[in-house]
């Protein structure tokens, strides 16, 4: 079956750290890769995507390159700041289909 | 501000009752799905809707069912609540039935306390 694991929170970090969290995936075919944002009281925000192998997704200073070999999706900021504060989610949804199947979720804090 | 909105925000209800979630969709999106996110956990995939059809169900009982109407708004009912739906629903809209997650809003989403 289809599955995403991520690396369990809180990940606490001072501004201006380098930032990684680990995201892993099972699945059949060729899924499309996602990191979500939550920003508290907020719904989900489409964060960065990459829809095939090699592809690397960025926004906002972050990045994610997709992995066939590795099964992974690792989310990287290289200098993170106290507002990017929030929970992130690694999710992937199966090829020709828009439902998405997600993480458990990484909760970021980062102190001035 | 996605544009998509929920209703209520907050829901208090006792086990065996039945709720009734709504959600407005972005203006012009005619696809509608809904996530049950329990604490601390990700969203998991209830069922998605598409001009009123159901088009896709995730691993849920019966008893969440939903339905939508020709304004594309949608409403989630769950019949016979127990302890464990408990959790933060979340609706999402999209144009079309295709891949283009970018374009897939989420609303805030609410929060149902069963007890």
């Known amino acids: 079956g289809n599955s995403v694991t991520q690396m369990e929170g809180p990940v606490t970090l001072s501004e201006e750290a380098f930032l990684t969290i680990n995201c892993t995936y099972t699945a059949t075919g060729y899924p499309s890769l996602f990191w979500y944002v939550q920003y508290p009281g907020e719904g989900l925000q489409l964060l960065l995507k990459a829809t095939k192998a090699d592809d690397k997704g960025s926004n906002k200073g972050f990045e994610a390159t997709y992995r066939k070999e590795t099964t992974s999706f690792h989310l990287e900021k290289g200098s993170v700041q106290v507002s990017d504060s929030a929970v992130y989610f690694c999710?992937?949804?199966?090829?020709?289909?828009?439902?998405?199947?997600f993480g458990t979720g990484t909760r970021l804090q980062v102190f001035p | 501000e996605t544009g998509v909105t929920q209703s209520p925000t907050h829901l208090i209800k006792t086990r065996g009752q039945q709720v009734t979630l709504r959600c407005s969709s972005q203006s012009g999106h005619n696809t509608v799905s809904w996530y049950q996110q329990a604490l601390g956990q990700g969203p998991q995939f209830i069922f998605q809707?598409?001009?009123?059809?159901?088009?896709g169900r995730g691993n849920f009982p019966p008893r969440f069912s939903g339905l939508q109407f020709p304004n594309y708004s949608s409403e989630l009912n769950v019949n016979a609540l127990e302890l464990d739906d408990s959790a933060l629903y979340l609706c999402a809209s999209s144009s079309g039935q295709g891949v283009e997650n970018e374009k897939l809003f989420f609303g805030s989403g609410t929060q149902l306390s069963v007890l």
């Open positions: 809707y598409y001009r009123e059809e159901e088009n």
């Open positions: 999710a992937l949804s199966p090829y020709n289909t828009d439902k998405l199947i």
